[in-house]
């Protein structure tokens, strides 16, 4: 399961979230990004949903919570999935949705079954450009869910090796905009930038460093150097 390669479009990496999620929501995605990808079925021009079953074993393991638990914690999880929406940018527009149809806890089995939005697998599946692939092992050792974020928006510009973002656009794909904690620089810089760098560089597959683009003295955007690590395969 860690070896499972997560493979999506660069739309979805940086939908604007409204909400920010916490570090078990964004591995329950990124699991079920895995999955589907691992299967490797192909889909009708419908994009039928496709259910992804999991040990509650092997769920509490992946999301570091007690087995004794996971009934409680998985809903709690569950719940939260559906009710957060994002936005992503398209050709003609824009579209909003969940992640998930469903989720459901099999008491008698131990077993865990959800249904990823059919919305979302064109954005996987029967991708021929501007996608970026990792393995998941690469966020399942992240605390802080920023890190897994910015480590994705990073991860797709490994091969160019350095990428801009502006503060504005990456509060809104953090979903951090509307949070009275982060309209301070200092604790964007601190909170996020700081713990994600110090946690992608010791546990992911990518080196990455930051300087500050400032208008005045204002910080207007950060600019990141991406590395990837040698002997690290990814």
């Given at each position: ?41 192909l ?28 009934y ?54 029967d ?15 992240l ?92």
């Amino acid at each position: 399961m860690r070896n499972n390669l997560v493979v999506q479009s660069n739309a979805l990496i940086e939908a604007h979230y409204r909400q920010e999620y916490t570090v078990q929501e964004q591995r329950t995605v990124l699991w079920l990004i895995s999955e589907i990808h691992k299967e490797d079925y192909l889909l009708s021009k419908n994009y039928p949903n496709k259910v992804i079953r999991i040990t509650a074993k092997d769920y509490a393991d992946l999301m570091e919570i007690s087995v004794r638990n996971v009934y409680r914690d998985a809903q709690k999880i569950a719940d939260n999935l559906g009710s957060k929406r994002f936005t992503i940018q398209t050709e003609s527009g824009w579209i909003n949705f969940g992640w998930i149809s469903s989720m459901e806890y099999k008491n008698g089995e131990g077993i865990i079954e959800a249904e990823i939005s059919s919305k979302i697998l064109p954005y996987i599946l029967d991708l021929k450009n501007k996608f970026t692939s990792f393995k998941l092992e690469n966020i399942l050792y992240l605390k802080s869910s920023h890190a897994i974020k910015l480590y994705q928006l990073l991860a797709q510009y490994k091969a160019i090796g350095t990428r801009e973002i502006q503060i504005s656009d990456l509060r809104s794909i953090l979903g951090i905009e509307n949070s009275s904690t982060y309209q301070l620089y200092g604790n964007i810089k601190s909170k996020i930038l700081e713990i994600s760098k110090r946690e992608i560089n010791t546990k992911t597959d990518l080196t990455i460093s930051y300087f500050e683009v400032k208008k005045g003295r204002k910080v207007v955007s950060i600019k990141f150097k991406i590395t990837q690590k040698k002997n690290v395969k990814c």
